[in-house]
């Protein structure tokens, strides 16, 4: 680091057109990645300082050594010395430019490669193992779950036109399979000894289940007709039409989809609409939001929080500023003793000049890095290093503070003013933290509207006679039962009798539902008398009730669990028979609606269900 000019020409690689040769990308990778576990703020900053370097280093993703690089990079995050790193790729445009590498327009390799970049920043943002490095949520995964972002990858999924619209929707569910099982913080069943921090963060996927949610019948329709599977291919078994990768991804994300609208924090507050006529109101943001973009009202709480942090260091600081003022008139030497006492604090105060920051900024960084526990002296001179690059601002020549700040970058190797900011938001006390800047209230756009036939039959049985609001999770549901989702994926369970792993997505499904909440079903009481329900509350509650009547009555659950067992009982009659491959996840099947059925006999449940069972089956 100590010869910048041979360290910019090492980083002219980069400018080099692609692909790079792979052996010296891996040296070139090699090297930077050793910087910057050795000099982790220097080289941070050498490479901020670098023009256009994140679309360099995007434009050589399919170089797998520059993609570990950018890795790399990311997960310097975790190094106190690397906070902002994210946050600077993130303005940069690092998602947008991931995302459209997703365009079915682009060939099938450009998707891998993009979608597993994605993959590698969710699993170093959020780990599933405690012991496993994590730099924990951050931007660029608030980028990835927000609206905006999924409508676009949804858009580029489901587009019929398109050549490489199928690679594009089988990347794209990975991606969401991905971030939902990262993010699930109701996996995290086990109970926290007091005191103890929980082991993930509570990420709200609102958004992408919402958006998700609004274009399930699209995705049903790729279950009826899908895009990759044109006829009938020989096999082992003859000629079979094959499910398809597809339709199997589409079933895994409807089952993780199940998983996610169970979360809590996802059923904590309603956000959607629904009319007494059946019209389901889905609030958008403006097309126009950007994450990065931050309300008029939350900017003017951050100004005054600002305004009094620096009052309160200006206090902390009064003694180190009058050492600064005594070491600065000792230098200037006659000048500043002819002067009289009432004229020394004018004296040095002119004498602050643009040449001096550079060192005192210097001195700063030295003692942060020599002294990290004299936590109230670093406050300090981070707050001096603030205040003097504002006069640099204000009466400075463009040049100059050209000039100061790349010494600035070279010497101590500290970060940009962005940086100093945010730790001095993070020493601040909990009742200046207001407001928090990370997460601005996007600006609503206009609702996108649905039509719900459940809706209706609901509201003959318990009349609304306004709106009402349910959450995002109940939504889901709403949108499974109107749409016959698990009962369409039933019929792919029989349609692909040899597909063990549709079978595995489909017993999910129906285990997910049958062991939740059923709602208001009322129950029997010490003497064993059944206490009707409370009340019918309508749309409130009971939407996995609805889903297992669903599964009952479209799915026909009862009768096509005997006629398998016939037709297996049947084909394995005959010479050189065997059994049907879907019977062993069918057993379990079975087992769980006998389960059901011996849990709720004694609730309005079992009525429900009574009149779609066959008393012979």
Same mark, same amino acid.
């Given at each position: 680091m100590a010869n910048i000019d041979m360290l910019v020409k090492f980083w002219e690689f980069l400018d080099r057109p692609p692909p790079l040769n792979p052996v010296q990308a891996s040296y070139f990778a090699k090297v930077i990645g050793v910087f910057l576990m050795k000099k982790t703020s220097k080289m941070l900053e050498f490479i901020r300082s670098r023009p256009n370097v994140v679309e360099k280093l995007l434009l050589h993703m399919?170089?797998?050594?520059?993609?570990?690089?950018?890795l790399k990079?990311?997960?310097?995050?975790?190094?106190?010395?690397?906070?902002?790193?994210?946050?600077?790729?993130?303005?940069?445009?690092?998602?947008?430019?991931?995302?459209?590498?997703?365009?079915?327009?682009?060939?099938?390799?450009?998707?891998?490669?993009?979608?597993?970049?994605?993959?590698?920043?969710?699993?170093?943002?959020?780990?599933?193992?405690?012991? !496993?490095?994590?730099?924990?949520?951050?931007? =660029?995964?608030?980028? =990835?779950?927000?609206?905006?972002?999924?409508?676009?990858?949804?858009?580029?999924?489901?587009d019929r036109t398109a050549p490489h619209s199928t690679s594009t929707l089988i990347n794209g569910v990975t991606i969401f399979i991905e971030l939902i099982r990262r993010n699930n913080s109701d996996y995290d069943v086990e109970p926290l000894p007091p005191g103890a921090e929980p082991q993930r963060e509570a990420v709200d996927l609102s958004d992408l289940l919402k958006v998700l949610a609004s274009r399930i019948e699209d995705f049903k329709d790729l279950l009826l007709n899908p895009r990759s599977v044109s006829g009938s291919v020989e096999t082992s078994i003859g000629r079979q039409t094959p499910l398809g990768f597809e339709r199997l991804k589409i079933c895994e994300m409807f089952a993780e989809l199940l998983h996610c609208s169970n979360m809590a924090i996802l059923n904590s507050r309603p956000i959607i609409s629904v009319s007494p006529d059946g019209t389901v109101?889905?609030?958008?943001?403006?097309?126009?939001?950007?994450?990065?973009?931050?309300?008029? !009202?939350?900017?003017?709480?951050?100004?005054?929080?600002?305004?009094? !942090?620096?009052?309160?260091?200006?206090?902390?600081?009064?003694?180190?500023?009058?050492?600064?003022?005594?070491?600065?008139?000792?230098?200037?030497?006659?000048?500043?003793?002819?002067?009289?006492?009432?004229?020394?604090?004018?004296?040095?105060?002119?004498?602050?000049?643009?040449?001096?920051?550079?060192?005192?900024?210097?001195?700063? +960084?030295?003692? =942060?890095?020599?002294?990290?526990?004299?936590?109230k002296t670093n406050q300090t001179?981070?707050?001096?290093?603030?205040?003097?690059?504002?006069?640099?601002?204000?009466?400075?020549?463009?040049?100059?503070?050209?000039?100061?700040?790349?010494?600035?970058?070279?010497?101590?190797?500290?970060?940009?003013?962005?940086?100093?900011?945010?730790?001095?938001? +993070?020493?601040?006390?909990?009742?200046? !933290?207001?407001?928090?800047?990370?997460?601005?209230?996007?600006?609503?756009?206009?609702p996108s509207t649905l039509a719900s036939s459940i809706i209706v039959d609901i509201t003959l049985s318990s009349p609304m006679e306004q709106e009402v609001l349910i959450p995002v999770g109940d939504f889901l549901k709403l949108q499974f039962v109107d749409h016959r989702i698990i009962p369409t994926c039933f019929d792919l369970f029989f349609q692909f009798p040899w597909n063990n792993f549709l079978h595995t997505v489909v017993y999910d499904m129906v285990h997910q539902v049958f062991h939740r909440p059923m709602g208001d079903i009322g129950r029997p009481d010490g003497n064993g008398n059944y206490i009707p329900p409370?009340?019918? =509350?309508?749309?409130h509650e009971g939407w996995n009730r609805r889903l297992t009547i669903s599964i009952f009555k479209d799915g026909q659950l009862t009768k096509r669990i005997a006629d398998a067992q016939r037709l297996c009982d049947h084909e394995f009659a005959q010479p050189l028979g065997v059994r049907l491959g879907y019977m062993g996840h069918l057993t379990y099947i079975a087992d769980e609606t006998v389960k059901l059925l011996e849990m709720y006999q004694d609730t309005s449940l079992m009525s429900m269900l009574a009149e779609y069972i066959d008393e012979e089956d």
């Open positions: 399919s170089t797998s050594a520059i993609m570990d690089l950018l990079i990311i997960s310097m995050e975790e190094a106190p010395e690397g906070k902002g790193i994210v946050q600077w790729l993130s303005e940069n445009g690092l998602m947008p430019w991931l995302i459209g590498q997703l365009d079915p327009n682009l060939d099938e390799e450009t998707h891998s490669i993009a979608s597993q970049v994605l993959l590698d920043i969710i699993a170093i943002s959020q780990s599933s193992h405690p012991e !496993q490095p994590s730099i924990r949520t951050n931007v =660029l995964i608030d980028e =990835l779950k927000s609206e905006i972002i999924v409508t676009r990858l949804v858009g580029y999924m489901l109101k889905v609030p958008t943001v403006s097309p126009n939001y950007s994450i990065h973009s931050q309300p008029q !009202q939350e900017q003017d709480v951050a100004s005054q929080q600002d305004q009094k !942090q620096e009052q309160e260091k200006e206090q902390d600081a009064t003694p180190v500023k009058q050492e600064q003022g005594t070491a600065q008139v000792a230098v200037n030497g006659e000048e500043s003793a002819k002067s009289e006492g009432a004229q020394e604090n004018t004296v040095v105060e002119k004498n602050t000049s643009v040449s001096s920051v550079t060192e005192d900024q210097a001195n700063a +960084s030295k003692e =942060l890095q020599s002294a990290p526990a004299a936590e001179e981070q707050s001096d290093a603030s205040e003097k690059a504002k006069t640099l601002e204000s009466t400075g020549s463009e040049e100059d503070i050209n000039r100061e700040s790349d010494n600035f970058d070279l010497d101590s190797g500290s970060s940009t003013p962005k940086p100093i900011a945010e730790d001095s938001l +993070s020493s601040s006390s909990p009742e200046d !933290q207001v407001t928090p800047r990370a997460t601005p209230i996007p600006p609503a756009g206009p409370k009340g019918n =509350l309508g749309i």
